[in-house]
């Protein structure tokens, strides 16, 4: 396993080192001496799967605030999906910034996203499913979202979604 910095502060992306064989694959995809090591969460209460039967179905931009603030880690296990961090942070050099990577079950790897950064993804093919594991559970009263066309992080989306909620379409823009 390989943890591997993006262009925002504790955005990882988490890439698999697979041992092969006649019987197909193994590898790690988690590693709490690991993680602990490059100062992610280790603890994961909270597990969560989302399916899309479309591709273009966006699900975002989403996060937890403070007393329940959320890291998440999040691994595409059918599918592909173009895998959006935000980073929402004030003190952060990168705040409003935004990194992407193609998660993807061929490719097997995930994306750490810290406390304080959105999160949203949309499906690059028919038939995605999601895998996340959250360092928090849900707490309704704390979950926030923001626009995922809002201008002020600009997102470069691969194409225009086709399904989207309601309530992702019509979340405020973002006020810092």
């Not at 602990?36 to 597990?47: E, H, K, M, V």
């Not at 959006?84 to 990194?99: E, K, Q």
């Not at 923001?146 to 600009?154: E, M």
Request: hydrophobic share 40%; net charge negative; with cysteine.
């Amino acid at each position: 396993m390989r943890i591997v910095p993006t262009a925002l502060p504790g955005v990882m992306i988490v890439e698999i080192a697979p041992s092969a064989d006649a019987r197909g694959l193994f590898a790690r995809t988690y590693d709490e001496e690991s993680f602990a090591a490059g100062g992610l969460s280790t603890s994961w209460p909270q597990a969560s799967t989302s399916w899309s039967e479309r591709r273009g179905t966006l699900r975002g931009l989403h996060y937890q605030v403070a007393p329940r603030a959320e890291a998440k880690l999040i691994r595409c296990t059918q599918g592909r999906i173009f895998d959006v961090a935000v980073d929402l942070r004030p003190a952060s050099p990168t705040f409003r910034r935004w990194t992407a990577v193609e998660l993807s079950a061929q490719r097997r790897n995930a994306l750490y996203i810290p406390a304080g950064c959105a999160h949203g993804f949309l499906t690059l093919e028919d038939g995605c499913e999601v895998y996340y594991q959250m360092s928090e559970c849900y707490a309704p009263d704390l979950a926030r979202g923001v626009r995922w066309s809002d201008r002020a992080f600009a997102i470069a989306w691969p194409f225009e979604p086709s399904v989207i909620s309601e309530r992702d379409e019509t979340w405020p823009e973002f006020q810092p």
